[in-house]
């Protein structure tokens, strides 16, 4: 036990059971059922593509940052090019639109807006 990698890897074993049991007993408690991960749970149709197209955006996004940070020298990068701040960004933007979409929101702008605009 004298290697601090032994000890560290105790400790994270051990918080890791702590948070699997404890998820686990909250889940009994609360009667909440276990969500797949992974899952696509669309509401409907048009919020399926706009969580496609906002997925596919992150992409390419990544990919032009990654060609354009590469060939620019290192502490001159782009930094709202840079692989963690299109990840950071494309988590809050899909979460907040699956949030608002949930809870009828998104929808509601979207009709004022095309009201606005009469597409």
Request: avoid cysteine.
């Amino acid at each position: 036990m004298g290697s601090i990698f032994v000890k560290l890897i105790l400790m994270i074993s051990v918080f890791s059971l702590f948070v699997f049991f404890l998820n686990k007993i909250l889940r009994k408690w609360l009667n909440v059922e276990k969500k797949k991960p992974f899952s696509y749970d669309h509401v409907n149709a048009k919020h399926k593509k706009i969580d496609w197209t906002i997925r596919i955006a992150s992409i390419v996004l990544l990919l032009i940052g990654y060609s354009v940070n590469i060939t620019r020298v290192p502490t001159e990068r782009i930094w709202f090019l840079e692989t963690y701040f299109i990840l950071f960004a494309f988590l809050i933007v899909s979460e907040t639109v699956e949030l608002l979409w949930k809870n009828d929101m998104l929808k509601m702008g979207i009709i004022i807006f095309s009201r606005l605009f009469k597409w």
